[in-house]
């Protein structure tokens, strides 16, 4: 039989995971093998760009839809397991899981809508009016915006030590803090009066900026940056960057553009945008040349 498309692997994978136990991404695509009784021929086939399986690459989507609509929980990184509201689903006997199923989840529609253009609800038939590439540049917006979803969600699944990391290899990916060896001594090290870390703003460490950096899940409002702000008076100090996993209140952002105080702040969607733009924590998975008639080529003199 040909690979069966992510759709189709939604209910058996939920299936497999009845029995509550954890399993890891690769034990189950091997029992969802053995369901659809896969060649190892089946099994061997590429994506179009020859750099995965298809039928692992489908496995893993499956297993990204389930999970964002709270049918299947990730404890720890690859592996998985059913929720009481997969659970819920089986019991219930549907024929079928697939998009349109999971839309009566909430968590899945956030999900989507994340990445997603709401402001165009028949996103399947815009693109008749739009050139080739904008369709891939949209295309490649939606993956990157999946991508900052999944980035931020592996951020914090992680120890306080790893964000700390992190926070290291991003500033100095970025250009900050001289080498990964001065950075790593800065950071994390300081931990008085509201400062988490020093770092040099420049290789010769002409200046200094004082970083707080907070791997939380809940909002940051005005009485954080408040103490931030008081502390990096304390110390003299004209910049400041404040990182957080989480979202910054809106009295926060109104606060640290008001103040004559440099302060940048750095929530969780737009750390995982710096990871993408700097390279830190992502692989590149593919390369397309867009390419155009050279006009100049074509005219005789």
Known sequence: MPVPDFQTI???LLQSASDGELRSSKEYRDLLAQHFELTQEELDEMLPSQRAPLFSNRVAWAMTYLHRAGLMTRPKRGHYKITDVGRDVLKSSPKALNIK???RFPEYIEWKNSFSDSSKPNQEDETEDLTPEEVLDKSYLRIRRQLVADLLDQVKSGTPQFFEMLVVKLLVAMGY????????????????EGIDGIIKEDRL???VIYLQAKKWDSTVGRPEIQKFVGALQGKRAKKGVFMTTGTFAQGAV?????????????????LAEYMI???VGVTTKEVYEVKRVDTDFFIEE
């Open 254 to 270: 109104e606060y640290a553009s008001l103040i004559d105080t440099k302060i940048i702040l750095i929530d969780g969607e737009k």
């Open 177 to 192: 803090g001289g080498t990964m060896k001065d950075a790593g001594m800065a950071v994390g090290k300081s931990g008085d």
């Open 10 to 12: 939604m209910l058996p």
């Open 277 to 279: 733009d700097f390279g």
């Open 205 to 207: 460490g002409l200046d």
């Open 101 to 103: 199923y999971l839309e």
